[in-house]
């Protein structure tokens, strides 16, 4: 359950957009709040545009996807095919599992009106009449926050049958989903949607856009990119694009967990804070007596970062530049050029009192578990890299257990339906590049002849000479 820090101030280099009423004083999520505050006034603005005029905006906008891909929202929109004669639909994806996020339940809990006004936009310009908010199991408070703001928001007329007069029909239903991480990739959700096991498709033929739901146009966006449409309606593409960086527009919400001072959430413009604002400024620092080590900035599934790193950049004209772990902008562009990446927002935060090999063992065990075991490198490989760590962390591993699990990653790697496949091996294969001494330092050489388990054990009596 969430605990509210009514009247929390925003810290001074915050912009908030989304967050504008997490933790504010005063404020609840009932309809009544929200139209006291101007809540749907967005949504009038809109209703009397053309639907393609939003979408242009949405694209003017430069909107970045915030669940972790990153991918263009208004362009993503254009891929519904324009000679569709079948019923389009949108998909809000609240299945909010990647560790180290925790940014959409806020918005779920505390400001569930604001994701209603932005999804009925987002319907009336891509033409979906159905839409689904499709979230996860461990939020059960916010599914009944949401039922209700749904019920709320069909008293007034804002959803249902001839929306505020214009002739337009929408529905919005919740769909709760039954706790796994699998449900976070779109087709996967879209699978689970449809009452059957939650096994991605394959891309192609099997793009959302084009053959989604029920085979059907459908959009998949993520609760905060579906808040910020409202936004920009307000604003107009244009003058929204002018905050953030360049390619990098807007604000996003970063999520800051682990060895800081002071964890929580930080709405900013997108790339125009660096790491040190965001750790030292902001944050605190870290712990007393202690000093940062690395960084894993999007989620576990992006790629660790050292704390004394130094990277190559390509400047626009054709030049390189050097840069410091401690000056990257925190944006999409910068944090990929720099072997990593946005994802989610998941800033996760290890000081020098933290053991890799415990951080990579606790990441395996995460996605052994949730591997949903269609595709065999994952389903085989996510377990066997697990154990390999169960052993590193025993003191039971040798050397070569380090260059195993290494390959093991890479065979993972690219070889999957989906990019669980990627979100599984990307942190071994970071971790072991960056740390491989730390991790050879818990191996004992004279384990490489030593049975792995006691079934293993057991089986080498068939291999003694008789």
């Known amino acids: 359950m969430i605990t509210y820090q009514a009247g929390k101030q925003p810290d001074p280099r915050e912009h908030r957009l989304i967050f504008k009423n997490v933790d504010r004083e005063g404020w609840d ?9 101007g809540g749907y006034e967005d949504l009038r603005k809109a209703i009397a545009m053309e639907p393609k005029a939003i979408t242009e905006e949405v694209k003017k906008s430069g909107l970045r996807g915030r669940g972790g891909a990153g991918f263009p929202t208004g362009l993503k929109w254009t891929f519904i095919p324009p000679n569709n004669t079948k019923p389009v639909y949108l998909i809000c994806n609240a299945d909010e599992s990647e560790p180290g996020t925790f940014k959409d339940r806020y918005i779920l809990h505390q400001d569930p009106h604001q994701l209603i006004e932005g999804m009925v936009i987002s319907c009336f310009a891509v033409g979906a009449k159905v839409a689904y908010i499709y979230i996860r199991e461990e939020f059960p408070e916010a599914a009944l926050i949401l ?17 505020l007069g214009s002739g337009f029909d929408v529905e919005i239903h919740v769909h709760r989903g039954a706790a ?55 604003m107009g593409g244009d003058e929204y694009a002018k905050l953030g960086v360049a390619r990098n527009t807007g604000t996003r919400i970063l999520c800051v967990s ?78 990929a050029a720099c072997g990593s990446m946005a994802g989610s927002g998941g800033v996760i935060v290890l000081d020098d009192t933290r053991k890799i090999s415990w951080i ?81 330092a818990d191996t004992r050489p004279e384990n490489e002849d030593a049975p792995h388990n006691p079934e293993a054990e057991a089986q080498r009596r068939f291999l003694q000479p008789a």
């Not at 965001?278 to 620092?285: A, F, N, Q, S």
């Not at 590193?392 to 070889?415: C, H, N």
């Not at 979100?423 to 001494?437: G, N, Q, T």
Request: glycine share 8%.
């Open 29 to 37: 999520p009932s309809i009544d709040c929200y139209l006291r505050d």
């Open 147 to 163: 039922e209700k703001a749904i019920r709320e928001a069909k008293e007034k007329n804002f959803v249902g049958t001839n929306v």
């Open 180 to 234: 796994a991480y699998i449900c976070g990739e779109e087709t996967g959700l879209i699978e689970s949607l449809e009452g059957k096991r939650a096994y991605p498709r394959i891309k192609p033929p099997y793009f959302p856009a084009v053959l989604g739901l029920y085979m059907c146009p459908t959009i998949v966006n993520n609760v905060e990119s579906l808040c910020h449409v409202k936004h920009i309606v307000r």
């Open 258 to 335: 682990g060895d800081v001072k002071k964890p929580g959430y930080f709405e900013v413009e997108v790339g125009k804070i660096t790491m040190r604002e965001l750790l030292y400024d902001m944050c605190g620092g870290p712990k007393d007596g202690r000093s940062f080590k690395a960084v894993i900035p999007g989620g576990s599934s992006s790629k660790i970062l050292r704390c004394d790193e130094k990277f190559t950049l390509k400047n626009p004209d054709g030049t390189s530049r050097e840069l410091g772990f401690w000056d990257i902008p925190m944006d999409f562009d910068s944090l």
């Open 360 to 440: 990579l063992n606790n990441i395996n065990t995460f996605y052994a578990h949730e591997s949903c075991g269609q595709c065999t490198p994952c389903r085989e490989g996510s377990m066997w890299m697990k154990k390999i760590s169960d052993r590193l962390v025993a003191g039971e591993a040798s050397p070569k257990d380090v260059a195993t699990l290494e390959s093991v990653a890479y065979q993972i790697d690219g070889r999957t339906i989906c990019a669980f496949g990627e979100a599984a091996s990307w942190p071994v294969e970071a971790i072991i590049a960056k740390f491989r001494e730390e991790l050879i």
